[in-house]
């Protein structure tokens, strides 16, 4: 009786364990994991925009600077002198890699319309796509649009000598 209690009850605690995130980023000294449950308290927002294929679709996610608060990052009045130098690098799983100001993605210094999508049209992303798709809705070009994103850094540029 007891094993046929305590085989599932490790094989349910073992899975929560090995979960793998579903979102990762970096604060410039350690990574931060995000699970399906942290994920989905984050508030959403909605980007009506052209696709790639010239269709008007609305992409739904995370706003980018809501994920940069929960790290956090400087912000807001915080965010000036030597902290205006930080940038935000995103990697998708080709290497491809876009980066932002942390000022772009700051409320207090422009409109922010930039999210991780994780739908489309209200369907989950295609697997061309992946889990999690930059949108950025006020950019005139998708080349800051990667698809398949594997992380996100906040860093400072490295200036040569």
């Known amino acids: 009786m007891k094993s046929s209690i305590l085989l599932p009850a ?3 605690l073992t899975s929560l364990l090995l979960a793998e995130p579903v979102f990762r980023i970096h604060d410039g000294k350690e990574w931060r994991d995000f699970d399906a449950s942290s994920w989905e308290k984050l508030p959403r927002a909605e980007i009506k925009s052209m696709a790639r294929d010239n269709t008007e679709r609305t992409y739904s996610g995370v706003p980018l600077a809501e994920i ?3 790290v956090p990052v ?3 009045p915080t965010l000036r002198g030597p902290e205006m130098e930080r ?3 995103i990697t998708a799983a080709d290497g491809y890699k ?5 000022a772009e993605l700051d409320a207090s210094f422009r409109k922010q319309n930039v999210i991780l999508a ?3 049209d209200g369907k989950p992303l295609s697997d061309h796509e992946g889990k999690r798709m930059l949108v950025c809705g006020d950019d005139l070009r998708h080349s800051r649009w990667i698809r398949q994103i594997t992380g996100v850094v906040v860093t400072r540029p490295v200036m040569p000598e």
Do not use: I, M, N
């Open 68 to 70: 940069l608060k929960a």
């Open 10 to 12: 490790f094989f349910c």
């Open 98 to 102: 876009v980066s932002f100001s942390l």
């Open 87 to 89: 940038v935000v690098v």
């Open 118 to 120: 994780d739908r489309v």
């Open 74 to 76: 400087p912000a807001g």
